[in-house]
């Protein structure tokens, strides 16, 4: 009897310990997203937070950094870059740009929108400049020096 019932015990404690909350498991890939979560870009010493998606394109530019561009006007409401790369995509239509949106361009144009616009192109995200009011002033120039940083 006293057998039958540590049995019972301890299969009763089996059973019930998978009913309790687990605590969500951390793997290395979690880790690194979560550490490149954001980049920061420097244009004429000012220094500015993106906060990137978590997508292909955002992975194969980030491991480009650091590296800096020239970055021309296009339509006063946008400065973009064509790479001599090309980077993965998923291009989506968007329905609406907003200042400090980074998106790809087909497979290798950055673009940065300083002014919002409703787009009539598809793109891929990278990723917000999350403080642009601090910076918007800096892409009033034709053209601008922009450096990607990896920290």
Wanted: glycine share 4%; proline share 3%; with cysteine.
């Amino acid at each position: 009897m006293k057998r039958r019932m540590t049995v019972i015990t301890m299969i009763l404690s089996l059973v019930l310990s998978g009913c309790g909350t687990s605590a969500p498991v951390s793997t290395e890939s979690d880790k690194t997203v979560k550490e490149r979560a954001t980049m920061h870009i420097e244009i004429n010493g000012q220094i500015a937070s993106v906060q990137l998606e978590d997508n292909a394109t955002t992975r194969a530019l980030m491991a480009d950094a650091p590296f800096t561009i020239k970055m021309d006007d296009l339509h006063r409401n946008e400065k973009y870059h064509y790479f001599d790369k090309a980077f993965p995509t998923d291009a989506q239509s968007v329905q609406k740009v907003e200042a400090g949106d980074v998106l790809l361009y087909q497979n290798n144009c950055l673009v940065i929108f300083y002014e919002a616009v409703e787009p009539v192109a598809e793109y891929t995200r990278i990723g917000k400049i999350t403080d642009f009011e601090d910076i918007q002033s800096l892409f009033a120039p034709a053209s601008v020096q922009i450096r990607f940083l990896n920290e």
